[in-house]
């Protein structure tokens, strides 16, 4: 009789482990569904994530270009009022003017050459 009550015990101990195991594939392979999902989910979110950045980046660029032109606006009107003040002053003093530009000149010529002793 102890030998039919084995067998019985061990009959339920067996099915019950493979319930045990099937229940445990089942939840493994809704783990791994779920995890497929997060991931797909966290790409998304990272895609648009660098979307965004680049688009800001973008337009920080085309603001700091802008502000470069501006800059560059700026100093081509500084630089074309002094050469008409410049154009205006040598025209006042022409003599004057012509006696500093060889007095200037005559001091480069004289520190380049003696650089090249």
Known sequence: MSSDHEKAVDT????????AV???????KDL????????????EKAKDYVESAKES????????LEQV?????AVGRSCQRAIRNSAAKIGDRPFVSLAVALGVGMILGGLLLRKRQ
């Open 57 to 64: 980046l973008h337009e920080s660029g085309a603001e700091g």
């Open 12 to 19: 339920n101990m067996s099915s019950d482990y493979e319930k």
């Open 32 to 43: 791994r569904a779920d995890m497929k999902g997060i991931l797909s989910a966290l790409h």
């Open 69 to 73: 032109r501006d800059a560059a606006d």
């Open 22 to 28: 099937d229940t445990l594939m089942k939840d493994v």
